[in-house]
């Protein structure tokens, strides 16, 4: 295949490289694979924006 890195592949492309490490046979690249995600969603969902769109409060941290 071409070198490309991943933001300059199409959706389809992205996913498809998505799903090939999470589905690996190689332990390193699922294990980075999922840290990966679970990263990306703390990240998303500790943005205090979010949680009232999911029907949450932030939790008001003292000094903040």
């Given at each position: 295949g071409r070198l490309a890195t991943f933001?300059?592949?199409d959706p389809e492309e992205q996913l498809h490289h998505w799903?090939?490490?999470?589905?690996?046979?190689?332990l390193v690249r699922r294990k980075v694979a999922t840290g990966l995600r679970k990263?990306?969603?703390?990240a998303f969902?500790?943005?205090p924006e979010?949680?009232?769109l999911l029907g949450y409060e932030m939790p008001h941290l003292a000094g903040g």
């Open positions: 933001s300059n592949l799903q090939a490490w999470m589905s690996s046979g190689r990263f990306l969603s703390f969902y500790s943005q979010i949680a009232p």
